[in-house]
């Protein structure tokens, strides 16, 4: 893997670590490109901090574009579509995508919600046919890894967990990150924040180790 895309999503600091602002879905994220990049520093890396540079949300114009046919848009259209555009191609370079992520409301935040909706466009990162019958969509991209690193504030929401049914985060992503190109998707979290105990602190610790460890894996010959 030669081309990793990160993507930071909260709105809290990436550094400082005793300060109470501190992201811990970022500092994940920073510990896992430090731990790739002590193993294999050849990697480019590229870096998105979705809350320091928001996507725009799309609108009638940007839909008027991107459904416009390959090669008829208009130049104030392919204006429109620059941003998608960019963020298509980092997308459409990258081996790895890693995402950090804290939990809003059971969900993602919309700064990543608005990302998706500006990479994921027709003719790019999937097909449209009806003669499929009543699945028409098929993705475009493949061979990608996605990784999600969380933080959220309860716990219990993996697979069988006391909260798994409120849990719109992890299953979100790993639905949309098929039509990025991913075929192997890792998720990665801490848990506790708001209870600010010893499980808390655990439960960082633990993310951590688990990172160390699927960085060995996914960098094993």
């Not at 209870?195 to 688990?210: E, G, L, M, P």
């Amino acid at each position: 893997m030669n081309n990793i895309l990160h993507i930071d999503s909260s709105v809290r600091f990436a550094e400082g670590e005793s300060s109470s602002h501190t992201s811990i879905s970022k500092s994940l994220g920073q510990h896992f490109i430090q731990t790739w990049m002590k193993k294999n520093n050849l990697t480019k890396v590229v870096y998105r901090d979705l809350a320091n540079n928001p996507p725009e949300f799309i609108s009638m114009d940007w839909l008027a574009a991107a459904f416009t046919e390959k090669g008829g848009c208009s130049e104030w259209q392919k204006r429109v579509l620059e941003q998608s555009d960019l963020y298509y191609e980092e997308v459409k370079q990258a081996d790895l995508i890693l995402i950090t992520a804290p939990m809003h409301n059971y969900g993602m935040p919309a700064v990543l919600k608005a990302w998706f909706d500006q990479v994921l466009r027709l003719n790019h990162t999937f097909t449209f046919d009806l003669k499929r019958g009543d699945f028409p969509i098929e993705p475009m991209l493949f061979g990608k890894v996605l990784v999600l690193l969380t933080s959220t504030g309860e716990f219990g929401f993996q697979v069988g967990g006391v909260r798994e049914e409120m849990n719109h985060l992890g299953p979100h992503v790993e639905l949309l990150g098929r039509y990025l190109g991913a075929e192997s998707f890792y998720e990665i979290g801490s848990e506790f924040q708001e209870f600010k105990d010893v499980r808390h602190q655990h439960s960082i610790a633990n993310a951590r180790i688990q990172i160390e460890s699927l960085v060995t894996d996914l960098l094993r010959p």
